[in-house]
């Protein structure tokens, strides 16, 4: 089974070279720490930033650069400034070719919740709904259950939605699923994960398909 570097480093493997990319709080912003070697891509967030870099190391940090999450980060040569407006039209325009976001719950129908867990107080929606509104190509990394042990990979989702029928891809701490038609299509399995572990941690439908191979993450 995965931690949360693990699921980061799988989902690394899904950059291409040229891919401008948001990275949503949590999980995800690890992925910048696993840029495949050979390729270049543009990281941007949505409070301003174009060519984000790894995190930076203790002792490192510069308070007056982070990312929407408010996490310190480094930039790359090149990067750049700018406000949010023009941030959001990046992203409104459809210049962003590949979204990583977080999430609490996913639906076999592609349906999103990720900002909200009614009677607990949150600071706000962030950029999550104009990213799963405007991204044609939508990865979601997170944990395969809750600390409870239930699913949340789930046939409707319980929670207030961030989006509908938006995203591709999952990729979880057991399991890379794509969403179909069907519901999650199982493609690949975590390290030392069994299909009917995955089976018995997913409420959703669950389609498997020929052999399942275990998640490569060298």
Request: with cysteine.
């Amino acid at each position: 089974m995965l931690d949360k570097n693990g699921i980061a480093r799988r989902i690394a493997k899904e950059l291409q070279d040229g891919y401008f990319v948001n990275l949503g709080i949590g999980i995800p912003t690890l992925v910048a720490n696993y840029i495949p070697e050979g390729i270049e891509v543009e990281f941007q967030s949505e409070n301003g930033v174009l060519g984000m870099g790894p995190f930076p190391f203790e002792g490192e940090e510069d308070a007056d650069i982070i990312n929407a999450g408010k996490q310190t980060i480094t930039t790359l040569p090149g990067a750049s400034f700018f406000d949010s407006a023009t941030s959001f039209n990046m992203i409104r325009g459809q210049h962003v070719d590949l979204t990583v976001l977080g999430a609490m719950e996913i639906s076999e129908d592609g349906d999103i919740a990720n900002w909200k867990i009614p009677g607990k107080m949150v600071k706000g929606m962030g950029g999550a709904m104009d990213l799963v509104a405007s991204a044609e190509n939508i990865i979601v990394a997170m944990m395969h259950t809750n600390r409870a042990g239930a699913s949340k990979l789930l046939k409707k989702c319980s929670l207030p939605l961030t989006g509908v029928k938006c995203v591709k891809k999952v990729v979880t701490n057991m399991a890379v699923l794509e969403i179909t038609n069907e519901g999650f299509k199982l493609l690949e399995r975590a390290p030392g994960v069994s299909i009917i572990d995955i089976q018995n941690a997913t409420e959703g439908s669950l389609i498997i398909k020929g052999n399942i191979p275990e998640m490569d993450l060298s």
